[in-house]
């Protein structure tokens, strides 16, 4: 079973930049679709964007699109979110999840993946 371990996040000021790491174990990681969501405070977990188990292809949910790139390493089993113009309603944990192997990327429901992460928060000051 595949674990995955999130990191990167922080404290920043609205207008700047965070760059989310996810490492995975395990040898399935590099034929996972992955996404990360977020959740913050009294909110439902939303999606954030995905990408494909080639990495090239990637899905944005509208609020981040344009601000947020989802990228992936195979090689290092790593999948990465930079954010940059960071919004105070960005701030929430932030969750790094894989699909099944060789599955379907496009998709923003949470119970569509199976592996998550423990999360990193992400606070955005105003």
């Known amino acids: 079973q595949a674990q995955l371990v999130e990191s990167g996040g922080g404290l920043v000021q609205a207008g700047g930049s965070l760059r989310l790491s996810c490492a995975a174990s395990?040898?399935?990681?590099?034929?996972?679709?992955m996404g990360w969501f977020r959740q913050a405070p009294g909110k439902e977990r939303e999606f954030v964007a995905s990408i494909s188990w080639s990495g090239g292809t990637t899905y944005y949910a509208d609020s981040v699109k344009g601000r947020f790139t989802i990228s992936r390493d195979n090689a290092k089993n790593s999948v990465y979110l930079q954010m940059n113009s960071l919004k105070p309603e960005d701030t929430a944990v932030y969750y790094c999840?894989?699909?099944?192997?060789?599955?379907?990327?496009?998709?923003?429901?949470?119970?569509?993946?199976?592996?998550w992460g423990q999360g990193t928060q992400v606070t955005v000051s105003s």
């Open positions: 395990g040898r399935t990681f590099s034929s996972r679709p």
């Open positions: 999840a894989a699909r099944t192997p060789y599955s379907d990327f496009y998709t923003n429901t949470p119970r569509n993946y199976d592996v």
